[in-house]
Every structure is written in C-alpha cells, then in structure tokens.
C-alpha cells in the first residue's frame, strides 16, 4: 500500500510541477551565466515616456497614495520603492515580470510622468525566479498585488511537492534491493558535495 502511494506521489506530483521547474532551471541559468548572448535581456529593453493627468486625493500614507494613483492611471502590479522627498516629489515603481513602471509627481503638479520599461521573453524567465516583491532587510514592504500572492503560493507549493517527490523517490529506490549500492553511493556522492557548499559559504 505505501508502495503504491509513494509511487503515485512520485510521478503525479513530479508531472504536475514539471514546467514549473523547467521555468526555474532556466531562470537559473539566466542568473549563473549574464553574459551569455542570450540573455542580454536588459540591453534590448524597450522603454516608453509619457505624462497622465492627475488628480490628487490627498492620501496621508505613501503606500495608499500609490495605489490610488495606480488605480486612477490604470496601472497593474507590485507596488515597488514608494519614496517620499523633503521638496514634494514622490516616485515609485510598479513592478510585474518583464515589465518595470515608474511614476514621478510633485505635490504641487496634476499630472505625473510615467516610464514603461519592457524587456523579452529572457527577461521574464529572469524575473519570475525571484519574484515576491519582498525585499530582505526590508520588512515594512508587503505584498499587494494578487497575482504576487498566487506566485508566492505556487512556489512554497513547489517546494513541499519537490520535497515530497524526493522523499517518496527515496522509498521507492530503497524498495529496489538490486540498485540500493548505487543508489548510496549516488546519495553520498550528493550529501558530501551539499555540505562543502554549505561549509564553504558558511
């Protein structure tokens, strides 16, 4: 019976996260390799400047005061670096993969500037590895757009799969009297490279 499940678990859950992890392999490589050709993603960015009218609804705290001004602009994604100064500008940033809004305005202006940047497919695959819009240090920051949450979701969801598809992959060599030798060497092999790295950089 635990046969069974550990085997249905194994390739079920394996089936259904497949693309998921091809997503993250390559984005992996995006981030391990910048110079290959490529993924020079960024230097064929497209970017696109224009000025909206805008009407103020004098909100107190920057972050209401963002989407406020995205909602009244139409704008969609992660609210990003939301930035107050001494002399009345206020900027931030909307920010979804592949594409990267930044708006401008002054207390005393009814219009803000905004600036699209859009990059390829590469850059999309480069965003979407470390897309949470949390930044570490950096705690006052909360996610509000949906489509982050769903994101955020999926991953921690992947993470228990993976760990479960090791795990019953495990059980199920370990099933497999004749390939137990090579399957501890392989398991070894593993355990003894993970710790180096995690020594090393400790």
């Given amino acids: 019976m635990i046969w069974i499940w550990a085997d249905r678990l194994h390739i079920y859950i394996g089936l259904y996260f497949v693309m998921f992890i091809w997503v993250f392999s ?14 020079q993603f960024w230097s064929e960015r497209e970017e696109l400047t224009y000025k909206m009218s805008f009407e103020s609804g004098g909100e107190a705290k920057d972050l ?3 989407r406020s001004m995205m909602d009244k602009i139409s ?6 670096q939301v930035t107050t100064y001494a002399d009345g500008r206020f ?48 705690v006052e920051e909360q996610r509000d757009w949906i489509l982050t949450w769903v994101w955020v979701i999926t991953m921690d969801a992947l993470c228990v799969g993976l760990a479960v ?8 060599w370990w ?5 137990r030798a090579l399957g501890i ?15 090393a950089v400790g």
């Fill in 91 to 138: 900027k931030f940033r909307a920010v979804k993969p592949g594409h990267i809004i930044e708006v401008a305005t002054n207390t005393n202006s009814d219009s803000v500037s905004v600036k699209e940047i859009s990059t390829n497919s590469w850059g999309i695959f480069q965003m979407l590895h470390s897309f949470n819009s949390v930044v570490l240090g950096r």
């Fill in 165 to 172: 598809v090791v795990a019953s992959g495990i059980y199920l």
């Fill in 75 to 80: 704008l969609v994604g992660e609210i990003d």
């Fill in 175 to 179: 099933c497999m009297l004749g390939k």
């Fill in 26 to 39: 390559l984005s992996g490589l995006l981030l391990n390799h910048p110079r290959w050709a490529f993924a």
């Fill in 185 to 199: 060497l392989s398991l070894c092999l593993g355990t003894s490279g993970c710790i180096v790295f995690v020594f």
């Fill in 64 to 66: 209401s005061r963002a």
